[in-house]
């Protein structure tokens, strides 16, 4: 079945830098548009970062010139580069895979910028 798996969350301090992965399985990784959401505690989930089968990148205003996204397809995995973090960017990240007629999402993995 198709399945996302986050990996590499963790704590940071203000400042420095962390690299998510999301490794896709079970289905056919090039064919979808891939996002980074995050949802911090008491807000909405939003979205952070996505990066198109044709690798156009979109980001949400507060993480643009820190963050970026990129895609492998051939390991099927996306990530997303978070430099110069901050206080704000504490949140559950997750991935998404994304089509048409299709949403699927991962566990998501915890991500702390904290002194």
């Known amino acids: 079945q198709v399945q996302l798996v986050e990996s590499g969350g963790g704590l940071v301090q203000p400042g420095g830098s962390l690299r998510l992965s999301c490794a896709a399985s079970?289905?056919?990784?090039?064919?979808?548009?891939m996002g980074w959401y995050r949802q911090a505690p008491g807000k909405q989930r939003e979205l952070v970062a996505s990066i198109t089968t044709s690798h156009s990148t979109n980001y949400a205003e507060s993480v643009k010139g820190r963050f970026t996204i990129s895609r492998d397809n051939v390991k099927n995995r996306v990530y997303l580069q978070m430099n110069s973090v901050k206080p704000e960017d504490t949140a559950v990240y997750y991935c998404n895979a994304y089509g048409v007629g299709f949403s699927t999402w991962g566990q998501g993995t915890q991500v702390t910028v904290s002194s």
């Open positions: 079970g289905m056919i990784f090039s064919r979808y548009t």
